[in-house]
């Protein structure tokens, strides 16, 4: 009786998690290599910051990361395992943060929206800092226009993804439209994109915290779930 109830406990966690996946991504690990229980996960954030962003754009994004630094710093497992960086582009590309734990530093660069969309030396610099590293990088790119070279920003993201997971969100308009998505979907791949509908960071960002959160724990071998890959769960409310 013991073993059966224990049993149907397991069924009914691993049901729950299954039925929470509804948006799956690509579980991009072409090194092959298994974190161990504690190691360390760089996650990237490649932010636009153009003159399209201004505004309430902007204002949301703002929020939208100090609140996830916030989440990511207070989560047992995260503050300690996932090293989180920020690179933001406009005309040119910064790393505003450089992949380290929140642990006692939850604050974010405030992004400013200006100049145009250089998201070929956004990519380069994520490339740079990846480069002969070896753990786990995971990188989001967030972004509501075509760059300013579609081409060598497409070239820099097939080089990225032989050393990173890679996902992008379009910032669309309140419907989800009034964004280039199919060049989004060329960039990371079909299935590695989505669509944000106008403003909705906050709960964007908490389902990828969520996401983090799971990969880490699988990862480390903490949670066993078959036929594993990395997704951003979809609940709905961000995306159009």
Not at 7 to 36: H, M
Not at 164 to 189: C, K, P
Not at 211 to 221: I, Q
Request: hydrophobic share 45%.
């Amino acid at each position: 009786m013991l073993r059966l109830t224990t049993f149907l406990i397991f069924c009914l966690v691993f049901i729950g998690f299954e039925a929470n996946a509804q948006l799956r991504l690509q579980y991009g690990n072409p090194s092959g290599k298994t974190a161990t229980l504690g190691a360390k996960i760089n996650f990237f954030i490649v932010a636009d910051r153009s003159g399209s962003m201004s505004g309430e754009k902007m204002d949301k994004l703002n929020a939208a990361l100090q609140d996830t630094w916030q989440k990511i710093a207070a989560d047992p497992v995260l503050k300690q395992t996932a090293q989180v960086a920020l690179i933001a582009f406009d005309d040119y590309a910064t790393m505003e943060r450089s992949p380290s734990t929140l642990t006692g530093n939850p604050q974010q660069p405030f992004l400013v929206a200006t100049g145009g969309t250089n998201l070929t030396d956004a990519l380069a610099l994520v490339e740079s800092a990846v480069t002969g590293n070896s753990q786990e990088n995971v990188v989001i790119i967030l972004s509501d226009g075509l760059p300013n070279d579609p081409s060598t920003a497409l070239q820099a993201a097939q080089r990225l993804q032989s050393r990173a997971i890679v996902q992008a969100v379009a910032i669309g308009d309140a419907q989800g439209g009034g964004v280039d998505f199919s060049y989004m979907q060329n960039l990371v791949g079909q299935n590695n994109a989505a669509v944000l509908s106008g403003t909705k960071f906050k709960p964007l960002f908490s389902d990828i915290v969520d996401a983090l959160r799971l990969h880490v724990n699988v990862l480390g071998g903490k949670i066993l779930v078959p036929n594993y890959s990395f997704y951003i769960p979809n609940n709905n409310h961000w995306k159009k």
